[in-house]
């Protein structure tokens, strides 16, 4: 038998006697729908499709990271728990530790991408003659990343090194992530490197070595070959 | 205001590994249990079936199963000159959180400890010398002997049908198992799991050099298995998302998977979740506790009374809630006095990653606890004369999947974005392997947990702070095991090796394990330890304090068989020593 707590308000649990066991109770995760950015501003979104086109360039094997769907991603994960910082420890005093102690600003990852995302637009404008980040050629935003990275392009108002590692992250979270996240579109990264994806059961493969796995990707979605083609 | 609840025979704090062992035991006693957990229930068709169990990102990078540092966390800084700040998202360590704990996203790895580590300040001084040792570090004897608790890690490990192969049964040595281990009283439950392509090559050149290679002991299952209460595990699929992920295919032990099934059928067993327990409560005296008081999760304070209480929630919070009640001396580095938060201890893991032109392995391809180690240079297994270091651990080829977010790997040099990185990607992620050693860390004076002066959890208590840093011992031990493991590797025929040694100073913000250890530890001289043989508090004799909360200090070997061993030799006492004559079962 299973008793929400009489008294109180849901969430805590009497269990006793059997397993609290109730039909649909299972939790997967919600797909990402495509459409307009979620969180970003429009100069925003084109910025981060351009850094992440960068971060990871199309090839002719593999598409980049703006058509694996990498800036969908982030923007979907700016606009949920991961954007708010939910869960994590936000109290104050917020002091800088040392690189032991871990990240102590008092910011959250969508505010630091929107403080960010300014501060490059600007760097970008007063560097290149007036140009955004996405509108410079590539040779061009590859000197501004590398300036993020070594900490050499000093952004006014944000912590580009930072932002820099941030997005690098994001970005290849988004890449290797199941689709319904939004990213690896197609399971274009998996197939990219040869992981079979949410499989389940290797049993038949485990002492078969040194061949190659045979099988495509799938997600939890399945793959486009499942889905019915016309009526 | 707090309401007070009907009083139970026993109350425990956390519904883990060591809560639900206590459990069921004290329930088979006849006693009347309640456990309280702060997290939620969970189980496999709810939380992780394989419909979705396999997601990188939910679980392992946005860490779904574990603890939310906004309901509680630490603060850490290397030595005492520092001013500690918080810990504000997991990186280093990753506590548990709901029912199982870390029993639910653990990797498995089942391994006991060796008889010397049991004494290890006796066996260490007596071969070496008692100079040999660092002045300041403070390991020390368990007061409890590896023959004694060998028949509680068999126990555990039928309980969960562990899969191996003894090296030592009964003493006689057994070909294909681990040499150096301490007698087992009879086989593994279940056979060794089957090897992928990596373990296999490993172990060859790991005989070539004269080792004697043997399976890791695994708690995901070769075959089917009955455990002793009934409830039956699957065979492991190899799926590949066994850390920090609960398995959706009963195949990994877990207190879901061996012991809930059958404890909840207990009609004297009650479970409270979403419930978290805020203090232990003493009487006047402060020499008997009277029960916990706890908060649900509409914020409403309730005491239950108990005449028994089992604290056995993760280590770091076992110490917390020791601290946080008044229980035990607080331990003060600078007079060397006090027991609470002395001892706290941790692990020191090392890589080396090998990059290979024509071979494949299918890293997907794995479990948790898969692969091939050695142990000649674990404990006290070498001579450590030459050398100038004490401790040593198990090395092996152990990589537990090849999940693509983090297993990126690339050869030294790349970038780390752009068209290079991507190409560097693709071409090394099915033949690059990371080897592993998983190694000691021992205790040292300055090395403790205590409360932070500043920062408070969203109830206003102090959060309790860490002081750690790796000493020179740990890190010239990591040197020569890692230098070790990379002859071994090189064996195995790379285009390329990467040795990774740790290297000081300690960083939170990098993922080792979540062995963290002591800070109450187990012993028999009450001033330099807070529970006695049997876990039970010196100051509060009905209380004990399960965990890695008593290890003195850490071995070269993975924690939770020795954790829950310790759990059902405290349960033994418990039930046969404590129930018959309640008081202190070791006088002073």
Not at chain 2, 104 to 128: E, G, I, S, V
Not at chain 2, 154 to 171: I, M, P, Q, R, V
Not at chain 2, 391 to 411: F, H, N, S
Request: some cysteine.
């Amino acid at each position: 038998m299973t008793l929400v707590f009489s008294t109180t308000s849901a969430g805590a649990l009497v269990v006793k006697g059997s397993l609290p066991w109730t039909p649909n109770a299972g939790d997967p995760p919600t797909a990402v729908l495509p459409g307009p950015w979620v969180y970003f501003i429009p100069e925003e979104g084109a910025a981060i499709e351009a850094l992440v086109d960068r971060l990871i360039p199309p090839d002719p094997q593999t598409p980049g990271g703006k058509d694996a769907g990498c800036a969908v991603f982030i923007d979907r994960q700016l606009a949920g728990s991961y954007g708010s910082a939910e869960g994590l420890y936000m109290r104050g005093p917020f002091a800088n530790g040392t690189p032991q102690q871990g990240d102590q600003s008092p910011l959250t990852p969508a505010v630091r991408y929107r403080q960010a995302l300014a501060a490059l637009d600007k760097y970008c404008r007063a560097t290149f003659a007036g140009k955004s980040f996405a509108q410079l050629p590539d040779d061009q935003k590859d000197k501004v990343i590398s300036g993020l990275e070594e900490g050499s392009a000093t952004l006014d108002g944000a912590d580009g090194k930072m932002f820099f590692a941030q997005l690098l992250t994001n970005t290849r979270e988004g890449f290797f992530a199941d689709p319904v996240y939004g990213g690896n579109r197609d399971m274009v990264a998996w197939k990219m490197i040869g992981f079979p994806g949410a499989r389940y059961d290797y049993r038949d493969w485990v002492d078969r070595h040194n061949e190659r796995y045979p099988l495509p990707p799938v997600g939890f979605a399945g793959r486009p070959g499942w889905v019915r083609q016309g009526p | 205001m707090t309401r007070k609840l009907p009083a139970t025979d026993v109350v425990i704090i956390g519904l883990g590994w060591t809560g639900s062992i206590l459990a069921h035991e004290l329930t088979g006693a006849g006693l009347n249990v309640v456990a309280i957990e702060r997290g939620p229930w969970r189980d496999t068709a709810t939380d992780f079936p394989p419909a979705f169990a396999q997601d990188e990102l939910r679980y392992h990078i946005r860490h779904d199963l574990f603890l939310r540092p906004a309901q509680q966390t630490m603060t850490f800084r290397n030595n005492v000159n520092q001013t500690a700040l918080p810990i504000r998202a997991w990186q280093g360590f990753m506590p548990g959180n709901g029912v199982g704990g870390g029993g639910l996203h653990w990797n498995a790895q089942t391994w006991r400890f060796n008889p010397t580590d049991f004494q290890l300040k006796t066996h260490l001084t007596q071969r070496y010398g008692s100079k040999f040792l660092p002045e300041n570090m403070t390991i020390q004897d368990w007061g409890v002997t590896y023959d004694e608790i060998e028949p509680y890690y068999d126990k555990f490990e039928y309980l969960c049908g562990t899969s191996g192969k003894a090296g030592n049964l009964n003493g006689q040595k057994q070909a294909g198992g681990n040499p150096f281990e301490g007698p087992r009283s009879r086989e593994y439950p279940t056979p060794p799991q089957r090897q992928p392509y990596a373990a296999v090559l490993f172990a060859q050149a790991a005989k070539e050099l004269g080792y004697f290679p043997f399976p890791q002991p695994s708690g995901n299952l070769s075959q089917a298995y009955t455990n002793p209460l009934g409830v039956t595990l699957g065979a492991c699929t190899f799926c590949g998302f066994c850390e920090w992920f609960g398995c959706g295919n009963y195949s990994k032990a877990s207190p879901q998977t061996t012991i809930l099934p059958a404890l909840i059928r207990q009609p004297n067993f009650e479970a409270r979740t979403n419930c978290e327990v805020v203090r232990i409560n003493l009487d006047k005296s402060g020499k008997r506790a009277t029960g916990v008081t706890y908060i649900d999760t509409s914020d409403q304070e309730w005491e239950q009374p108990a005449d028994l209480v089992l604290l056995c929630a993760f280590q770091l919070f076992n110490v917390q809630l020791l601290l946080t009640s008044g229980i035990g001396k607080p331990y003060n580095p600078s007079r060397n006095e006090g027991v609470i938060g002395r001892n706290y201890s941790y692990q020191v893991t090392s890589n080396v990653d090998a990059f290979f032109d024509d071979k494949n392995f299918n890293p997907f391809i794995s479990s948790g606890s898969i692969g091939m180690c050695i142990d000649e240079f674990n404990g006290d297994n070498f001579d450590h004369g030459p050398h100038g270091f004490v401790g040593g651990g198990y090395m092996g080829a152990v990589q537990t999947g090849g999940r693509p977010i983090l297993t990126t790997r690339t050869p030294p040099g790349t970038p780390a974005w752009g068209a290079q990185w991507k190409k560097a990607v693709a071409d090394n992620y099915l033949s690059s392997y990371e080897t592993m050693v998983h190694a000691s860390s021992y205790s040292y004076r300055d090395v403790y947990c205590d409360l932070d002066p500043t920062y408070t959890d969203r109830l206003g208590r102090k959060l309790m702070r860490i002081t750690f840093d790796f000493h020179e011992n740990e890190l010239k031990m990591s040197q020569y095991l890692t230098d070790r493991l990379a002859e071994v590797v090189q064996k195995m025929g790379p285009r390329q090796i990467v040795k990774l040694p740790r290297t000081g100073p300690y960083t939170s913000t990098q993922y080792q394990t979540t062995h963290t250890c002591g800070g109450a530890v187990m012993g028999t001289d009450r001033s330099i330890s807070a529970v006695n043989r049997y876990l039970q508090s010196w100051d509060v004799p009905n209380l004990f304090v399960m965990g890695a909360t008593a290890f003195p200090q850490n071995a070269g070997y993975n924690p939770t068989d020795t954790v829950c061993a310790l759990a059902y030799w405290a349960a033994d006492a418990i039930v046969n020593q404590y129930l018959k004559n309640p008081g202190p079962l070791v006088q002073t």
